[in-house]
């Protein structure tokens, strides 16, 4: 089989290294890729939001798979734009159509989806411009804190969450008035705020039946202690120990199988991952997102504990023959530590010489934001690497992490020293 994955990241570093040890892969082609996926498969320059592009490239290189990597292409429809085109019907295509995608592309729309069919969510309202008056008088009857998150994409930064009504009154106004989150923020979710601990966890689905996949945690802040600004992740472990047979229970009872039912329900035409971020509630799952991809840095932990042959599975999405599929998972605990840019994620420098890589002996280094000058390889993003090891338990896995992470270095680089810690 021939594959080509789109996307750049840590997430697609890890999915990359899984599919090149698949028994039924012949070529695998990454785009646009980074240093690291070279090492897995050949990297492709092509933009994944270039549809027409794409097309081209598979049609040339008689891909037999495209797998998605992050939620852009799929918001914009690169599934919808696959089955409309009779050059490209045949060739499978892993994530969902535009509608499914809605999941994470609308957060109104996964509320609405998830009012439905009856999945645990915080109480929410949905606002624009015309109904101001009356989001204002919601948030009024709702405790602090308050959460407003824009409606749309926003590159992580839609969700504000604000201790005092006043200001929140006037964030939700500014969003809707003077557009600061752009189109994303033309319609502002306004949320119950939920108390508890997250935790990331991930199906496939050919649109009928899922396989659960691992669950991770991620740790979302910069500083340690979880201070700080939001990030896209700073490492992430698996399994969560909090996750136990009866907490799984309800997730799978109360959001999953509701959540696949409701899919095909609706007929909408999912095939690919995924993504609940959950929120334990003195023992109870409450859905805070849905997205329609894997998370990263969740992957580099989640992927390494597959046993089972990747691509098997991801064909039996994509034959709708899930259900016949076997997966198994690695006993092993997992753990994987972002290195990232100095001053991420706010403004940093690209172009950092990264020294240290083949020392590394006892962990998965999987690049996120990295690029090749001739034989070195540089920085090139706010995330840098994920550095992800197995062990025993997650305290192990971590230790070990840690200890490849001494051995890696560039100009101001910085990790977190306490990922997992409050698990142990
Ligand atoms: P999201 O982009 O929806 O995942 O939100 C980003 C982050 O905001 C989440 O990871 C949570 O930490 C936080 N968050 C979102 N919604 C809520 C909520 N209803 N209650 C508490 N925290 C929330
Ligand atoms: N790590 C969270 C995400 O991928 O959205």
């Known amino acids: 089989m021939n594959v080509l994955l789109l996307g750049s990241g840590g997430r697609e570093s890890a999915i990359s290294w899984k599919i090149a040890q698949s ?34 490239f598979v049609l040339e290189n008689r891909i037999d798979m495209v797998i998605v990597g992050p939620e852009e292409p799929l918001v914009l429809g690169i599934s919808d734009f696959f089955k409309s085109d009779s050059a490209l019907k045949n060739v499978a295509l892993i994530g969902p159509s535009k509608h499914g995608a809605q999941l994470e592309g609308s957060k109104s729309f996964a509320k609405e989806f998830m009012m439905r069919h009856k999945i645990p969510t915080a109480r929410y309202g949905s606002f624009t411009v015309e109904t101001l008056r009356e989001g204002i008088d919601f948030m009024s009857s709702l405790k602090p804190p308050y959460v407003l998150k824009a409606d749309g994409l926003a590159a992580g930064k839609g969700v504000i969450i604000l201790d005092d009504l006043n200001e929140a009154k006037e964030t ?7 557009e600061t989150f752009g189109e994303a923020g033309k319609t502002v979710v306004i949320e119950q705020f939920l108390k508890g601990i997250e935790l990331s966890v991930f199906v496939v689905t050919d649109g009928i039946s899922f396989k659960l996949l691992p669950e991770a945690k991620d740790y979302k802040r910069i500083g340690e202690q979880d201070q700080g600004e939001n990030t896209g992740g700073m490492g992430a472990v698996s399994p969560v120990t909090f996750a136990d047979a009866g907490f799984m229970d309800k997730v799978l009872n109360q959001v999953v199988i509701p959540t696949v039912k409701g899919i095909h329900k609706e007929s909408i035409d999912y095939k690919g991952f995924i993504f609940f971020g959950l929120i334990n509630v003195k023992g109870d799952p409450f859905v805070i997102e849905y997205n329609c991809r894997m998370g990263d840095p969740e992957t580099e932990v989640v992927i390494p504990r597959i046993k089972s042959d990747l691509l098997d599975l991801l064909e039996g999405i994509s034959t709708q023959t899930l259900s016949e599929r076997d997966v198994q998972f690695s ?41 090749s000058d001739g034989p070195q390889v540089k920085t090139d993003g706010g995330r840098v690497l994920a550095v992800t090891s197995f062990g025993r338990n997650i305290e192990q896995a971590l230790q070990r992490s840690y200890e490849s992470l001494e051995k890696i270095s560039f100009e101001k680089a910085y990790y977190r020293k306490d990922i997992g810690q409050d698990l142990i």
């Open 172 to 178: 939700f106004t500014r969003i809707l008035l003077d």
């Open 331 to 371: 006993d092993l605990s997992a753990a994987t530590v972002m290195m990232v840019s100095g001053g991420y994620p706010r403004a940093y420098e690209k172009g950092k010489t990264i020294y240290g890589l083949n020392a590394v002996t006892d962990s998965l280094v999987f690049h996120a934001g990295t690029c």
């Open 23 to 56: 028994s039924i892969l012949d070529t695998l082609y990454i785009a646009p890729g980074n240093a690291g996926t070279k090492a897995w498969g050949k990297n492709v320059t092509l933009n994944p939001l270039d549809f027409d592009a794409v097309k081209k």
